[in-house]
């Protein structure tokens, strides 16, 4: 059974910087495909970025390329999503997915944490 934990969400001023992890145990994230996700109130959940096991080769949503980046630790069992320059559109819950074909598609991962909350004050 693989369980992923989220951690480091909060409330942050519009133009800093959060970084989120994602906590992993059950299986070593080294050879899972990764992924975050976020959701918004009213809106249905989203792709943000995502890591592959293989090659680690690294994906991002539109919206976060050039101040969003994904990482892991295999040592640590962990990975991050650093989020810099952030911006009031980037608040709600942030998932941390892993297992699957890993994509920018949710259904195409198999676990899932319980989220993290970011708030962007203006």
């Known amino acids: 059974q693989v369980q992923l934990e989220e951690s480091g969400g909060g409330l942050v001023q519009a133009g800093g910087s959060l970084r989120l992890s994602c906590a992993a145990s059950?299986?070593?994230?080294?050879?899972?495909?990764m992924g975050w996700f976020r959701q918004a109130p009213g809106k249905e959940r989203e792709f943000v970025a995502a890591?592959?096991?293989?090659?680690?080769?690294?994906h991002y949503a539109d919206s976060v390329k050039g101040r969003f980046t994904i990482s892991r630790d295999n040592a640590k069992n962990t990975v991050y999503l650093q989020m810099n320059s952030l911006k009031h559109e980037d608040m709600g819950v942030y998932y941390c997915?892993?297992?699957?074909?890993?994509?920018?598609?949710?259904?195409?991962?198999?676990?899932w944490g319980q989220g993290t909350q970011v708030t962007v004050s203006s």
């Open positions: 997915a892993g297992g699957g074909s890993g994509s920018y598609v949710s259904r195409a991962y198999i676990y």
């Open positions: 059950g299986r070593s994230v080294s050879i899972l495909n």
């Open positions: 890591i592959r096991w293989s090659d680690d080769s690294t």
